[in-house]
Structure formats: C-alpha cells, structure tokens
C-alpha cells in the first residue's frame, strides 16, 4: 500500500514542474500555485512513482491516461477559474485535474464514464482531502440535474462541441474542450455570451483520449 506522504523532494519536484510550465507559457499564477500545492505523486503507484512531476500524461489503467501538467495548466488557465466558480469536469480519469480545480477554491462536478475509474477516483480522493462530487455516466450530455455551471472543462477529445453542454453553460460562462479527429484536437474555449452568441477562441493543438458517448464518439 502506498504511503501518502509529502517529503521535501516532492516539493523540491513540484517547484521544479512549476518552472517546467512557467518556462512553456504558463502565467495564470493561481494555477501555477495550485500546481506547487498539489501532490501529483499520490495518483501514481511505486512502479511509475518516480517520473510523478515529469511533464507528461501517464496511464492510470482501463486504457485512460492521467493528463500532462502543460495540458492541466493549460486548460485550467483557460477556465479563469474563481473561487466558488460552479464547474463540471467531464472526464474525472485520476481525479487529478479535479484536486486541482478544488485546489483553486471551485465547487466541482466531476463525471466519468469508466466505472471502474469512477469507483476508484470517488474512494480515493476524500482520503486525501479532495471533496468534489462524483458521477459515474455519459458526460457528453453534460448533467442537466445540477446545471448551470459557470465553467465547463473537458478532458477528452470530442469530435464536435456537444450542444447540450452548451446549454448547461451559465450566461457569461467559459467551456474549455479539445475538439478535432481522434488523434488531435485543437483546444477551443467558448463564451456564452448571450443565449445565441456563443465567441470561440482556438488555441494550440492537443492529443486527448477520445470523448465516448451519445454527443462524442460512438
Ligand atoms: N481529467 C483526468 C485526470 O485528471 O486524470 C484525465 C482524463 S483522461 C485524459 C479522459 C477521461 O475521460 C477518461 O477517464 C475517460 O474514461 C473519460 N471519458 C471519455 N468519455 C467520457 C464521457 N462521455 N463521459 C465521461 N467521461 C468520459
């Protein structure tokens, strides 16, 4: 059983991962510091537990990655989170991305397809503080029983904006979501401006897992 401990070195590796992002573009200092806080390592057992703070994505099992820390930043920045933000997270994975956003003060839907990751990420992330709520299901349609959200991020890549997440969207509400083929999308940020005029912003381009269900890949 691994042990939940934070040493100097990790935090020594944080601030090194910190530099990492800073280096590549990141700026938005309260993600940054929510980055130097949180403990990357506990989501990795000890065969991969030494590469925890290295910038790239890692599997986590069932065939789903845990995200790379540009790509959590990077997305994150996106969302201008604020404290008591309302945010839906489709794709929980490692619950990663989740502590992160938890990290920055926002109150956290997080919903996911894979059961067996559901299950999992729902035991493990109150042991270590993290308290969003969970769901397990088809997070292409979003969750209309909790809507409106004032941010919405998606963590897998979809092959069209679901309108139905657009519609879950408070007025004046960001969406963070790579779209584009199966094997890269490029990430898209959509403001809900009025009920009609949505503005979309196009950034870099990403390789995501695919977004499954009735509004992603079938
Ligand atoms: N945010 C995660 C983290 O911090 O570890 C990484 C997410 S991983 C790149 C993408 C996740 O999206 C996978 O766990 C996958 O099972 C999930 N997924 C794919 N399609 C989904 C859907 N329609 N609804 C909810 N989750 C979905």
Redesign the pocket.
């Known amino acids: 059983m691994l042990k939940l401990e934070d040493s100097y070195i990790h935090k020594g590796q944080r601030r090194n991962l910190v530099h990492t992002l800073r280096h590549k573009g990141i700026k938005d200092e309260a993600v940054l510091e929510a980055v130097n806080t949180f403990p990357r390592h506990f ?1 990795f057992d000890s065969a991969l537990l030494s590469h925890a703070y290295e910038d790239k ?1 890692f599997p ?1 099992g ?1 065939g ?4 790379q820390p540009y790509t ?1 930043a990077f997305q994150t920045s996106l969302l201008q989170v604020k404290p008591g933000d309302k945010v839906l ?10 502590g992160i956003l938890y990290g920055m003060g926002a109150k956290v839907h997080t ?4 059961k067996v ?1 559901y299950e999992r990420t729902r035991k493990f992330l109150p042991k270590i503080g993290i308290r969003v709520s969970h769901y397990c ?4 349609k979003g969750l209309p029983e909790q809507a409106p959200f004032d941010k919405i991020i998606v ?2 890549g979809a092959p069209a904006v679901p309108k139905t997440l657009l519609k879950q969207l408070a007025l004046g509400g960001l969406m963070v979501i790579p779209v584009g083929d199966r094997s890269t999308q490029q990430m898209l940020r959509l403001t809900k401006q009025t009920e009609k005029k949505i503005l979309k912003e196009n950034f870099d381009n990403f390789a ?6 009735e509004e ?1 890949w079938q």
């Not at 997270?89 to 989740?98: D, F």
């Not at 299901?137 to 292409?140: L, V």
């Not at 995501?208 to 269900?213: A, E, H, K, M, Y």
């Open positions: 989501f994505a986590i069932e789903q990655t845990i995200s959590v997270e489709i794709g929980t994975g490692s619950g990663y991305q989740a919903i996911e397809f894979n990751l299901g088809d997070g292409s963590t897998a995501f897992v695919p977004l499954l269900g992603g």
